[in-house]
């Protein structure tokens, strides 16, 4: 009964993850040719590697941004879902569209609200007495517009989770803070909080897991002529114009290796500290 799914993450998974990491110390070139066992090259030319760095630098500042922000806005709008108010099924499906909604679609919109010829940002801009801007090819706005469209899309998804996470509360404890006079902040601090801090955790290392592996909306909307790619593209948006537009698939192997040795080493690191703060009983 397990065979197919077995089967299934051994082919999908498990083997493309042993093989990148065989590739990442040989040269392989295009058509998967390989060229021969290089050792540690690739990763000695990674860690020489300027662009390499530039685009790590802007992908923790993607995950700096949309981590906490889109915890915050989740959390809000879980909270304010959670009260009696008319038409809370409707909100809730609003809330949830852009979780569901492909991310190429997605992109699309927002580029073209973007964009600096003919964007409705710049036509609302225009009305109030601004100056229009190229919002995607301006290396002080470019990478800002991607988070605010992942966040967009985060939202909804992980509010669902939050959501989920507040009604397994037990109303006892509300109702003993009702009781010595508790405000609606205290409650909240005291108990929703503490009460909720496995699936803040648990949304803590899916929201980091996925910004570091921020790639559609960088390629769909940014792509790779703009003059802000250098300072919007992620380690993902790298390694794939590495192993497919440089040809280049064992050095692109090496820096898939590093990204996954960041991401265990956080995880790994929240795993840890997580008795400090998330709350089980």
Not at 10 to 36: A, M
Request: overall charge positive; glycine content about 6%.
């Amino acid at each position: 009964m397990i065979a197919p799914v077995t089967i299934g993450l051994i082919i999908f998974y498990f083997y493309p993850f042993i093989r990148v990491i065989r590739d990442s110390f040989h040269n392989i070139g295009s058509f998967d040719r390989d060229l021969g066992f290089v050792g540690l090259d690739n990763y000695i030319q990674m860690f020489n590697d300027k662009e390499m760095w530039q685009t790590l630098l802007n992908t923790c500042e993607y995950v700096v941004i949309i981590v906490p922000l889109s915890l915050a806005f989740a959390l809000l709008i879980a909270v304010l879902l959670n009260t009696k108010v008319k038409g809370l099924s409707f909100f809730r499906v609003i809330y949830f569209i852009p979780a569901i909604t492909m991310s190429v679609a997605v992109s699309m919109v927002w580029k073209w609200m973007f964009n600096g010829d003919y964007g409705i940002l710049n036509s609302l801009m225009t009305l109030l007495g601004f100056e229009p801007r190229l919002w995607l090819n301006d290396k002080s706005t470019a990478l800002l517009c991607i988070c605010i469209v992942t966040i967009w899309s985060n939202v909804g998804y992980y509010m669902i989770i939050l959501l989920a996470g507040i009604q397994g509360i037990s109303k006892v404890y509300y109702e003993a803070a009702d009781i010595d006079g508790a405000t609606s902040f205290q409650k909240f601090y005291k108990i929703t909080l503490p009460s909720l801090s496995p699936t803040i955790f648990y949304v803590v290392i899916m929201l980091i897991i996925s910004t570091f592996q921020t790639f559609d909306g960088i390629y769909l909307m940014i792509g790779t002529k703009s003059n802000a790619i250098k300072w919007t593209q992620s380690v993902v948006m790298y390694f794939y114009r590495t192993a497919f537009d440089y040809s280049k698939k064992g050095y692109a192997s090496a820096i898939a290796v590093l990204l996954f040795a960041i991401i265990m080493g956080i995880t790994a690191f929240q795993m840890r500290i997580q008795k400090k703060w998330v709350n089980y009983d």
